[in-house]
T-cell receptor, first 111, second 112 residues
Framework: DAKTTQPPSMDCAEGRAANLPCNHSTISGNEYVYWYRQIHSQGPQYIIH???NNETNEMASLIITEDRKSSTLILPHATLRDTAVYYC????????????FGKGTKLSVKP | DAGVIQSPRHEVTEMGQEVTLRCKPISGHDYLFWYRQTMMRGLELLIYFNNNVPIDDSGMPEDRFSAKMPNASFSTLKIQPSEPRDSAVYFC??????????FGPGTRLTVL
């Protein structure tokens, strides 16, 4: 079973920041939070990951709460091309290789 | 870089036929993963390889499914015999570390 809880869907206006929440209250100390997204008819795409510090890359920012029980993926200026299903995944990142993809959040960016 | 390459992109076959899906991982990646995605079950890991060696095949649904990786640049997923319930999109992914995977475009399989 997925270790994360995400809202099934969200809307965002084009040009605005999209803030996607994820709850992972049972996360272990050695587990990372990963975000992937899947645009319609494409394979999933890695976005970002973090352990406890906030992370930023060219695609997004990841904010992890101090107790690590929840996190937020931020797309600072959403575009129509960001419409996708976003998956929040918790994993130890080790040799297991088993990323469990739940149902994710369907983000719809509207003009 | 061409990314992960999968072929064919679409496959339509009849029940009982053998199906072979192909994957070329990104050069230099040591890990290769096969996933299956359906509306009902979502995205499921079938098997993954590290340095061409199968590490975990617990997700392979039954003996009709087999996967091989004869070298670092090629892998196959075979279904024999195929059944209608095997209809799905099959993704291959590769990576140099197991948690940040790069997915291919997928093969949409329809078994009639």
């Amino acid at each position: 079973d997925a270790k994360t809880t995400q809202p099934p869907s969200m809307d965002c206006a084009e040009g605005r920041a999209a803030n996607l929440p994820c709850n992972h209250s049972t996360i272990s100390g050695n587990e990372y939070v990963y975000w992937y997204r899947q645009i319609h008819s494409q394979g999933p795409q890695y976005i970002i990951h973090g352990l406890k510090n906030n992370e930023t890359n060219e695609m997004a920012s990841l904010i992890i709460t101090e107790d690590r029980k929840s996190s937020t993926l931020i797309l600072p200026h959403a575009t129509l091309r960001d419409t996708a299903v976003y998956y929040c995944i918790v994993s130890d990142g080790g040799s297991q290789g088993n990323l469990i993809f739940g149902k994710g959040t369907k983000l719809s960016v509207k003009p | 870089d061409a990314g992960v390459i999968q072929s064919p992109r679409h496959e339509v076959t009849e029940m009982g036929q053998e199906v072979t899906l192909r994957c070329k991982p990104i050069s230099g990646h040591d890990y290769l993963f096969w996933y299956r995605q359906t509306m009902m079950r979502g995205l499921e890991l079938l098997i993954y390889f590290n340095n061409n060696v199968p590490i975990d095949d617990s997700g392979m649904p039954e003996d009709r499914f087999s996967a091989k990786m004869p070298n670092a640049s090629f892998s196959t997923l075979k279904i024999q015999p195929s059944e209608p319930r095997d209809s799905a999109v099959y993704f291959c992914a590769s990576s140099y570390r197991p948690d940040t995977q790069y997915f291919g475009p997928g093969t949409r399989l329809t078994v009639l």
